[in-house]
């Protein structure tokens, strides 16, 4: 799929319900020394900087196609190593001891052939962490399917619809643990308080919803993200002291090689 382009700020307007998950993930990879980590999907940075922090003695890369978040990223965290690259056909130039990707495969399809690859990539002994959003089936998600269905955009942005791209917890197991000499996986529901207007669209805007965005312009985009926020104002109302509840699926595995 073509890639949409980011904005850190409006990504990092959630941050700490972000990063949660990455820090999550992060708690379970039990590797002493590591010297070569690569991040993939680094976004903005900041969890790139967890990584250096967790293991300082390590060499830690962050590997993002976006120039916008590595550019955020690079004045966050200067002393970071970044790599623009593409994860579709990425390779490491030396077998890695960590190879981390946080809410950022599921931009990809194939994970038949992708992943089995990236733990190719691995030195002996080497993990591989994964977090991914397996949020699809939830109003978040099948609201911007029924936004697209029902206005004057829908031949513009219907091609941009993409089946489910993270599949059931067995699935990953059959790919993963023919190729894994040890394979954790797990899911974790995030019931997350949110505040202010809107908060669920606003949250989309910065994430799954902003390809279909960026195919619009003007008055046409802002009717289509009025039109989305008020399916999510309908499927996840205010609670009595304001908050509005947001239930998030996300998906984890650790595979060591």
């Known amino acids: 799929m073509v890639q949409p382009t980011w904005n850190p700020n409006?990504?990092?307007k959630f941050a700490g319900a972000r990063v949660r998950p990455a820090?999550?993930?992060?708690?379970?990879?039990?590797l002493d020394g590591?010297?070569?980590?690569?991040?993939?999907?680094?976004?903005p940075g900041h969890v790139t900087r967890a990584l250096a922090e967790r293991w300082p003695g390590?060499?830690?890369?962050?590997?993002?196609?976006s120039a916008e978040m590595l550019a955020h990223a690079a004045d966050a965290y200067p002393e970071g190593e970044w790599i623009r690259g593409d994860i579709a056909d990425w390779q490491p130039a030396a077998p890695a001891d960590l190879i981390y990707a946080n809410a950022?495969?599921?931009?990809?399809?194939?994970?038949?052939?992708l992943l089995p690859r990236l733990l190719e990539g691995l030195a002996p002994g080497g993990a591989l962490a994964v977090q991914m959003p397996r949020n699809h089936p939830e109003p978040s998600h099948t609201g911007i399917a029924d936004t697209v269905a029902d206005g004057p955009w829908t031949t513009r942005l219907a091609p941009l619809l993409r089946p489910f791209p993270v599949h059931e917890p067995p699935i990953y197991y059959d790919i993963l643990a023919p190729h894994a000499a040890r394979l954790e996986l797990w899911e974790t529901t995030y019931v997350q308080p949110m505040q202010g207007a809107d908060p669920i669209a606003e949250w989309t805007?910065?994430?799954a919803l902003k390809p279909f965005l960026d195919a619009l312009d003007g008055a046409e985009r802002d009717r289509f993200y009025a039109a989305y926020a008020a399916r999510m104002r309908a499927a996840y109302p205010r609670r009595a002291d304001g908050a509005t509840l947001f239930p998030f699926r996300r998906l984890f595995f650790v595979a060591r090689r």
């Open 34 to 43: 590591p010297s070569l980590i690569y991040d993939l999907g680094c976004g």
């Open 58 to 65: 390590a060499r830690v890369i962050g590997v993002d196609h």
């Open 23 to 30: 820090l999550d993930l992060l708690g379970r990879v039990d």
């Open 10 to 12: 409006q990504y990092l």
């Open 205 to 207: 805007r910065g994430s």
């Open 104 to 113: 950022a495969l599921h931009w990809l399809d194939d994970h038949p052939t």
